[in-house]
Each structure stands twice: as structure tokens, then as C-alpha cells.
């Protein structure tokens, strides 16, 4: 975690490495930010998938909190105790140098780099209360889930159009660029920053592409043995057996 605050020296670091190492097992990993001080979640983000849940665009970021006892390794199990589990790939970010109120011009100078998540989701806990509740619903054991490593934004030539994309048991259910985002990366940033102060190793979920089980007709949920394979084209990918 310490890595975080000291980004600028790390990248400095990978620069003068001239020789490759030992390969490397992706799924010996744990998420590359396993204990963030702040993780949060941002809803209804693209515009494709609020219009399929039939909600209005937020005039402001729709922000909750996943909690931290939620994060689970890239390539960990989901356990499936509840029959309305729902899936939601993400474009993850992760926060270098923190701050309060930072400007939009300067937000990605902020970022560590980024990598892919899943916003696992019971749908019946989350909208067991009216106004839905979203931060419990979304913080059960290993609900959570990204990695397995950070690309660093540095080498994101296209970093506000990244392909995102979610296999369930291998069909296709979420395609999107992240353009298609509300609220950019840059724009979150400033934003939770003109709030509360981000730290070194803080998580932005930042929200997901329309595809998700709840929205289709008859809703589609998640059970023993399906699996989940969430990927960032020219990133990173994860796979979640769901058990």
C-alpha cells in the first residue's frame, strides 16, 4: 500500500528495467489494492445502462461505498447465497497521489493506473429499503473482486475510450467503451476530492455498461457454477467462478 503515495518513484523504477523476470502466475495474485482506506462505487454511470433500467441521467455522480471487507482477488470465488446475485463488470481505478479538490486538468495525474472489476450486486438487499440502500447490497464476502494488476495510466493512450466487456459462462452479456461514461474518470476524481480528501491506494468502481442480469427481460440471475470472465481490451482480465 505504501507503493501507492510513492507512484512517481515506482514508474521511475519500471522504467529501468531492461530484463524480463520469471513468468508469472495471474492467479496467485490478490488485488493489487487489498486494503484501500476508501473503495467507492459510482451507479448509473452509462448512459446505455441507465437507459435500460429505465432511470433518469443523475445531474451529479451516483456515489456509494463498497465496503472494504468486500474485496475479493482477481481471480477469487463468489459465493452465490442469495438468488438475485447480479454482475457488473467495471473499469477500476486506483488513486496515487490523493488530495482534496483537484482540479479536472490535473485528475489523471492523480491515478496510479487502472485495471477491472466486478460489482457483484444481491439486487433484493440493495433495494430492500425504499430509497434503495446500495452499499450493503454490494459488500457481501468477496463481492468485489479486481485486478489482477494495475496498468499504469501513463500507458493509456486511449484511456477515456477503453473496450470493457463480461463473459458469463462464455455468451457474451456486457460490450462498451467506456466512453460512453457520464461522468469520466477525470470528472469523479474532482468531484469525491471536493468532498472528502482520496488517499494513496483508494478504489473507484466507476460504474457499468448495460448488460446487467436485473435489466433483462425475465431477469437473469447468477448461480452455483457459472463463471464470470471480465476483461479491459489492451488491460487486464479476471474470472470468477461463482460457487
Known sequence: MQAFARWAELREFANSITEAGEPLDPTSLDAPSPRPKQLFGIGLNYRAHAMETGATIPPSPLTFTKFVSAINSPFGDIQISQTTVDWEAELVVVIATGGRDIDIASAWEHVAGVCVGQDISDRALQNATQPPQFNLGKSRQGYAPFGPWITDSANLSNR????????????????????????PVDYLISYLSSIVELFPGDVIYTGTPSGVGVARKPPQFLGTGDILIS?????CSITNLCV
Open 160 to 183: 477515456d475510450a477503453l473496450r470493457l466487456t463480461c463473459l458469463l459462462n462464455g455468451q457474451e452479456v456486457q460490450n462498451s467503451l467506456t466512453d460512453d461514461l457520464i461522468f
Open 231 to 235: 476483461t479491459i481490451e489492451g488491460v
